[in-house]
């Protein structure tokens, strides 16, 4: 793993996200996650908020494994991407600190204008180089 090369490995990640077809998003994600590699996504602060207000703890959303992380990359694509709204992109800040990469992403307007959301990525990688741990925070 001490050759990986971190905007590919980025490029790879979020091209998952846009990928309009099912089988080669099926494929990308095979591709990109271990097996049972788990994505844990800070839910946005209205969702935290809402949990909070029924009385509940802190809120985090985990997708395990291949199946789960493809019904996950599809929902998104699905509602961001599919309508021809949005698109992801990284901002290509990678940093990597042995086994962890870090990353900056964008939902900007397919058409152009302002960014839309942005994320922070934590991964963790596997002997392989495939991701075996994926945190996400929203940060606008």
Do not use: C
Request: proline share 6%; aromatic share 8%.
């Amino acid at each position: 793993m001490a050759d990986l090369d971190l905007d590919h490995l980025t490029d790879r990640y979020v091209a998952v996200w846009n990928e309009p077809d099912p089988e080669r998003r099926r494929a990308a994600i095979r591709d990109v996650w271990a097996p049972d590699a788990v994505h844990v996504l800070q839910p946005p602060e209205e969702m935290r908020k809402t949990a909070g207000e029924l009385g509940f703890g802190r809120v985090v959303l985990e997708a395990r494994g291949h199946r789960a992380l493809e019904y996950r990359v599809t929902r998104a694509h699905e509602e961001f991407v599919a309508p021809g709204t949005f698109v992801f992109r990284s901002r290509g800040d990678a940093d990597r600190l042995h086994d962890i990469v870090r990353f900056h992403w964008e939902m900007a307007p397919r058409d152009g204008g302002d960014i839309a959301g942005v994320g922070l990525e934590v991964l963790v990688l596997g002997p392989d180089g495939r991701i075996v741990g994926d945190y996400q925070f929203i940060e606008g």
